[in-house]
């Protein structure tokens, strides 16, 4: 019995939900998606995903995001971090001093 065992690629976390509104119906909730959507279609803005969310105290709360494909994440510098290196030009042995 072989299994193939497939590996998805890692995606990256994209740019956090933007919370709209809270609903009552879930019926509310799809036609503020739908407001959404047609708002974004008359601004350009196509790139955009929405999302329903139920929340223990049973409204719905709608959110939005620009979709991770279309924005770019700045790449951090790893340079930050000085605290406790030390001076790489100076040598080990200081030859001065043992004069």
Same mark, same amino acid.
């Given at each position: 019995?072989?299994?193939?065992? /497939? !590996? @998805?690629?890692?995606? =990256?976390?994209?740019p956090k939900w933007t919370q709209d509104r809270s609903y009552d119906s879930?019926? %509310?909730?799809t036609t503020r998606v739908t407001e959404l959507n047609k708002m974004w279609e008359e601004k350009? /803005? !196509? @790139?955009?995903?929405? =999302?329903?969310?139920r929340r223990s105290s049973g409204c719905f709360l709608v959110k939005f995001r620009k %979709?991770?494909?279309f924005t770019e994440q700045e790449k951090k510098n790893g340079n930050n971090s000085r605290k406790n290196k030390r001076?790489?030009?100076?040598?080990?042995?200081?030859a001065q001093a043992s004069i």
């Open positions: 019995m072989s299994e193939e065992i /497939q !590996q @998805n690629p890692t995606q =990256k976390p994209g879930y019926q %509310d909730a350009g /803005q !196509q @790139n955009m995903q929405t =999302k329903i969310r %979709d991770p494909i001076n790489p030009k100076a040598g080990k042995f200081d």
